[in-house]
Structure formats: structure tokens, C-alpha cells
């Protein structure tokens, strides 16, 4: 079975940045197969788009809230998936998950990626 890992989150000050990583393993796995997606998470609120990644032409979408101040990307030579955050506000503090999607069109929803990470911590103190 495939499995999807994060890694990269922690504790920041508000301004600061973070790499987080995506790695992934299993039979005929490959990130350049999948759309890619990054959604967030807090207690209480529904699992929430952050940005995805095309798998044919590598164009990138983002949620208005991150616009500007994350990138996401993909090293099909090392196949792992990245997003970059800068600029770090509090309400940035999250459970970070990556997830791929099998589907035809690159998805805001949730429901339509298929493989997820267990997710890695953001915390962003003011």
C-alpha cells in the first residue's frame, strides 16, 4: 500500500518560513503520476485546500489565503513533493497533509485525492 509522509513542520515565530517535504513509497508509486495536493487542518474545523500541483504540466493552484506566500513544487528526480511557506502568520497553525489525486482534473476537494500523509505540525507563536 502506498504511503505518503511529512515532514519539515514545527514551531515558528510569525514571519518566519518553513519547507515542508512529502516523500512517498509503494509499488509503482510516483508523484509525477498524481495530481498533488496540500490541505491543513485544526480541531474543530473541516480539512481545509492549501495549494495542488498539476502532475502533466506542473501548474500550481493556491487557496486566496496563501497566495503569495506559499510555493509548491516537485523534484521528479529525488520524488517528493514540497511546499514552501513564507511569511508565517499565527493563523497559519495547522495539521499539514499531502495527498494525491488520481482523478482527471486537479481538485480543491478532499474527497478526490486517494493517498494522504499522517500530517506534520505547524505552529506559528506571535
Known amino acids: 500500500q502506498v504511503q505518503l509522509v511529512e515532514s519539515g513542520g514545527g514551531l515558528v515565530q510569525a514571519g518566519g518560513s518553513l519547507r515542508l517535504s512529502c516523500a512517498a513509497s509503494?509499488?509503482?508509486?510516483?508523484?509525477?503520476?498524481?495530481?498533488i495536493g496540500w490541505f491543513r487542518q485544526t480541531p474543530g474545523k473541516e480539512r481545509e485546500f492549501v495549494a495542488a500541483?498539476?502532475?502533466?504540466?506542473?501548474?500550481?493552484y493556491y487557496a486566496d489565503s496563501v497566495k503569495g506566500r506559499f510555493t509548491i513544487s516537485r523534484d521528479n528526480a529525488k520524488d517528493t513533493v514540497y511546499v514552501q511557506i513564507n511569511s508565517l502568520k499565527p493563523e497559519d497553525t495547522a495539521v499539514y497533509y499531502c495527498?494525491?489525486?488520481?482523478?482527471?482534473?486537479?481538485?480543491?476537494?478532499?474527497?478526490?485525492?486517494?493517498?494522504w500523509g499522517r500530517g506534520t505540525q505547524v505552529t506559528v507563536s506571535s
Open positions: 500541483f498539476r502532475r502533466s504540466t506542473g501548474d500550481t
Open positions: 495527498a494525491a489525486s488520481a482523478k482527471s482534473l486537479v481538485s480543491r476537494n478532499p474527497n478526490g485525492y486517494v493517498y
Open positions: 509503494g509499488r509503482s508509486f510516483s508523484f509525477s503520476s498524481y495530481h
